[in-house]
């Protein structure tokens, strides 16, 4: 997976999991930071798709995590 696109996953996960207070504001403006960053990085994407694209991988990220771990079939 792209660096740029785990550390916007995972700072996006932290900002659902911690939902309000303080923690949550300051989580916030470390993920907005870091699709600034990207932005910049990279000026021919519209700031929309890009959010759309980390909640997408956000969710298939998600799925990846929860899946159970599969079994070696009998031999």
Do not use: C
Not at 11 to 26: C, I, K, N, P, S
Not at 54 to 59: K, N
Not at 60 to 69: E, N, S, T, V, Y
């Amino acid at each position: 997976m792209n660096t740029e696109l785990e550390a916007l996953i995972t700072a996006l996960d932290a900002v659902l999991q911690a939902r309000t207070g303080d923690e949550a504001r300051r989580l916030e403006a470390i993920y907005q930071s870091r699709l600034d960053e990207v932005s910049m990085r990279h000026p021919g994407l519209e700031r929309r798709r890009l959010i759309h694209a980390v909640d997408f991988a956000h969710r298939k990220w998600l799925r990846a995590r929860h899946q159970p771990p599969t079994l070696p079939p009998n031999a």
